[in-house]
């Protein structure tokens, strides 16, 4: 791998760690300020609501300069959004700005992969950034939920600075300072990354233009015989994995009786699984042969039924360890897949923002939907066999459409490893 690659790495490390410990952090201010339980699955709507509202936009602007250079002002754009929780903003139009930066940070974090490196090393390329987002996913979520600890809070306040007056007086303070310091981290690193000489003018700047060539490329990637099935693959992933994220925390506060706390670290669980299986797949899955892991999905779907019988705490860490490794081991070569055709197809920056809008859409209605049945107190094991059975259902109803494509003709000649400069 290039140089630049590994500085890619620790940017979005760092910059992913700060996002997931502010969603806990996020919870625990809605809870601080009595607001209902039914608006706990709010904060992730509003994070990934920028990934569809300004779809159109963030790819275009992420192809008109050095990635580097847009992950750099994205991540200013999220310190912006976690100093407004510092002014009394409501927390989940503070954490709305952050999803406003990370909405056009995707875009380059994905965009500058196809760019830096070869179509034959996007699998493992895809496995090593899906295996650290994963691990920033488990320290975030463990990390945000010990910060929390009003006994860890208590630490941070009595930190005394000589002939330094920091202004942190408040848990909201300390723990946004905290996490502020990581997104500076973050921004540090990606003034390192490199211009990888790819022409950066993009063909126009009238946003009627921008919303026209939008869509013919979301169109594009829909009626390719792989990408489709690709970006299907990922738009199901993408909703289900945040709504997973919320159910587990729910299902282990009321059938194992945790803690918001260590609940967060039962939920990181999933995440080590995912990073696991993410390594495997970018060892042993070729991009030629990505397609070969749909069946893994279904599993994925099935595995979330075994929750049901869960009630101890060993049980439950053995099964969400076998879910999140069904789904690092589908999601990083879907992924790889999907990038290698929306390269193809189209630019770098537009494929990955075609990609955040249907995955964030996915997001915005399986949380939507989830907060609905916690509006109306239906039981979390009766949205576990709901969440379950759709996962499994749809995933099935993907395979087939592949099979379906399979009997028109041979695909392979859509998969070219030795150049990016193909014919689709």
């Not at 809605?30 to 039914?38: D, V």
């Not at 009394?88 to 940070?105: D, K, M, S, T």
Request: net charge positive; with cysteine.
């Amino acid at each position: 791998m290039k140089r630049g690659f590994y500085i890619i790495m620790a940017a979005q490390f760092f910059s992913s760690l700060a996002d997931n410990m502010l969603w806990v952090v996020v919870i625990a201010a809605l809870r601080g300020i009595n607001e209902p339980q039914w608006m706990e699955p709010l904060p992730k709507l509003f994070f990934v609501v920028s990934y569809v509202i300004f779809a159109w936009y963030v790819g275009a602007f992420a192809d008109s300069m050095p990635k580097g250079r847009v992950m750099f002002l994205t991540n200013i754009v999220k310190v912006i959004g976690c100093s407004l929780m510092l002014l009394n903003v409501h927390p989940l139009l503070a954490y709305a700005v952050v999803g406003l930066g990370a909405a056009a940070y995707s875009p380059a974090k994905y965009g500058i992969l196809t760019e830096l490196l070869p179509p034959k090393q996007l699998v493992v390329a895809n496995g090593w950034i899906e295996g650290l987002t994963v691990a920033s996913i488990i320290l975030g979520i463990g990390l945000g939920g010990q910060l929390i600890n009003p006994r860890i809070t208590q630490m941070l306040l009595d930190i005394d600075l000589p002939l330094v007056s920091t202004g942190i007086d408040t848990p909201p303070e300390a723990w946004l300072a905290v996490i502020g310091g990581l997104y500076g981290v973050a921004a540090l690193f990606n003034l390192r990354i490199p211009d990888t000489g790819v022409d950066h003018r993009i063909p126009s700047r009238n946003p009627l233009n921008l919303l026209h060539e939008f869509w013919h490329c979301n169109k594009l990637l829909w009626r390719d015989k792989l990408g489709q099935v690709s970006l299907a693959t990922t738009t199901l992933f993408w909703g289900a994995g945040a709504t997973m994220q919320l159910m587990v925390v729910r299902w282990a506060e009321v059938t194992l009786h945790l803690s918001l706390s260590n609940a967060t670290l039962l939920q990181a669980i999933v995440g080590v699984g995912t990073g696991v299986g993410a390594v495997l797949a970018a060892k042993y899955v070729s991009l030629r042969n990505s397609p070969n892991v749909l069946p893994l999905g279904i599993g994925m779907g099935l595995l979330v039924f075994a929750m049901i019988f869960v009630h101890s705490l060993p049980v439950a860490a053995v099964v969400l360890l076998l879910i999140g490794g069904c789904a690092g081991f589908f999601v990083v070569p879907m992924n790889a897949l999907l990038q290698h055709r929306g390269h193809i197809l189209m630019g770098a920056g537009s494929s990955i923002a075609v990609q955040n809008f249907n995955e964030n859409l996915s997001i915005l209605a399986m949380q939507g939907l989830y907060a609905v049945l916690i509006a109306l107190r239906l039981p979390i094991l009766y949205v576990i066999v709901m969440f379950g059975a759709a996962v499994a259902g749809i995933m099935f109803l993907i395979r087939l459409r592949h099979v379906r494509n399979l009997r028109d003709g041979d695909l392979s000649h859509l998969i070219v490893t030795d150049s990016t400069d193909a014919r689709h």
